[in-house]
T-cell receptor
Framework: EPEVTQTPSHQVTQMGQEVILRCVPI?????FYWYRQILGQKVEFLVS????????KSEIFDDQFSVERPDGSNFTLKIRSTKLEDSAMYFC??????????FGPGTRLTVT | QKEVEQDPGPLSVPEGAIVSLNCTYS??????FMWYRQYSRKGPELLMY????GNKEDGRFTAQVDKSSKYISLFIRDSQPSDSATYLC???????????FGPGTRLSVLP
């Protein structure tokens, strides 16, 4: 069964460093998303991406964040200058266009 | 009022019990409703997907949506210890739009 994959599973970085989180969505899906979940809190939307551009973004997704689909299969989230409060699980999700979003296993980002 | 509210739990039931999990919401534009199961430090796993009002059944799981009351439910029949997880409701107004998640209900099914 096709599934969303994410790498790395755990990323430790120092405050102020740039990180890139990678996702491979399900191959025939059209919509792609990033969510985050701070430990013990609810899943929060960051950004959605369709047709090679951002379709929607939340207040969390400020200028420090960017997304890219560099090669037609990968979908990346870049955080330019990490802060302590960026520590969270980051989930990628994809949707073939009927409303069902399938989530990846997540990347745990720890900013020290 | 929060956009999506969910019974906080935690909820402990004996094996074999029927479990009822619920969410209420405030945005009448929501029409896509999901239930996800999340094990500790794992990604949400899609359980049920419902569009608009009505019921949907899949094995031991039944999802109900009552848009007039802005209330959705997930029923789990013959609950198993492996059902022990956090259950998240999520909803959106249109496909391709972000989901708004509830805070989750932690369920423990005791052998």
């Amino acid at each position: 069964e096709p599934e969303v994959t994410q790498t790395p599973s755990h990323q430790v970085t120092q405050m102020g460093q740039e990180v890139i989180l990678r996702c491979v969505p399900i191959s025939n899906h059209l919509y792609f998303y990033w969510y985050r979940q701070i430990l013990g809190q609810k899943v929060e939307f960051l950004v959605s991406f369709y047709n090679n551009e951002i379709s929607e973004k939340s207040e969390i997704f400020d200028d420090q964040f960017s997304v890219e689909r560099p090669d037609g299969s990968n979908f990346t989230l870049k955080i330019r200058s990490t802060k302590l409060e960026d520590s969270a699980m980051y989930f990628c999700a994809s949707d073939r266009g009927v409303g069902e979003q399938y989530f990846g296993p997540g990347t745990r980002l720890t900013v020290t | 009022q929060k956009e999506v509210e969910q019974d906080p739990g935690p909820l402990s039931v004996p094996e074999g019990a029927i479990v009822s999990l619920n969410c209420t919401y405030s945005n009448s534009a929501f029409q896509y409703f999901m239930w996800y199961r999340q094990y500790s430090r794992k990604g949400p796993e899609l359980l049920m997907y419902t569009y608009s009002s009505g019921n949907k059944e899949d094995g031991r799981f039944t999802a109900q949506v009552d848009k007039s009351s802005k209330y959705i439910s997930l029923f789990i029949r013959d609950s198993q210890p492996s059902d022990s997880a956090t259950y998240l409701c999520a909803m959106s107004a249109n496909y391709g739009q972000n989901f708004v998640f509830g805070p989750g209900t932690r369920l423990s099914v005791l052998p």
